[in-house]
């Protein structure tokens, strides 16, 4: 498959992907929830799937492991953000929350590889 053709995929299925979340979002009760099916998990499934139809399972495997730790480092980023923020103000509290980040999902993340490696 040519670089052309992938662009197209991702967009189409991207595309396609995020109208059926944002209807999903405007299903849900009550509506803070809707945030919660926005562009981003939708994007991520399209680009996963043409990941797997293009460069195999094995690539698809690591990409969905990076979404994983991420999204479980970002909860653990919001834990400590809001103390943060609350406590330090704006400016050092999203440092701190960007700092709580990074090291949650590298942390996260080098620990996934290693598991599925064995």
Same mark, same amino acid.
């Given at each position: 498959?040519?670089?052309?053709?992938? @662009? +197209?995929?991702?967009?189409?299925?991207?595309?396609?992907?995020? @109208?059926?979340?944002?209807?999903?979002?405007? @299903?849900?009760?009550?509506? &803070?929830f !809707?945030?919660?099916?926005? #562009? #981003?998990?939708?994007?991520?499934? !399209?680009?996963?799937? @043409?990941?797997?139809?293009?460069?195999?399972? *094995?690539? #698809?495997?690591?990409?969905s492991?990076?979404?994983?730790?991420?999204?479980?480092?970002?909860?653990?980023?919001?834990?400590? *953000?809001?103390? #943060?923020?609350?406590?330090?103000? +704006?400016? &050092? *509290?999203?440092?701190?929350?960007w =700092? !709580?980040?990074? !090291?949650?999902? +590298? +942390?996260?993340? =080098? *620990?996934?590889?290693?598991?599925?490696?064995r």
């Amino acid at each position: 498959m040519n670089p052309v053709e992938l @662009v +197209a995929l991702k967009a189409v299925d991207g595309g396609l992907l995020v @109208v059926v979340f944002a209807l999903v979002g405007e @299903v849900l009760k009550p509506k &803070r929830f !809707a945030g919660l099916f926005g #562009a #981003a998990p939708s994007v991520a499934l !399209a680009n996963l799937a @043409v990941i797997a139809l293009a460069e195999g399972v *094995g690539a #698809a495997r690591s990409s969905s492991t990076g979404m994983a730790a991420g999204g479980i480092a970002m909860v653990l980023c919001c834990l400590v *953000g809001v103390p #943060a923020v609350r406590r330090l103000g +704006a400016l &050092r *509290g999203s440092v701190v929350m960007w =700092g !709580a980040w990074l !090291a949650s999902g +590298a +942390a996260i993340y =080098g *620990g996934l590889m290693a598991s599925l490696v064995r």
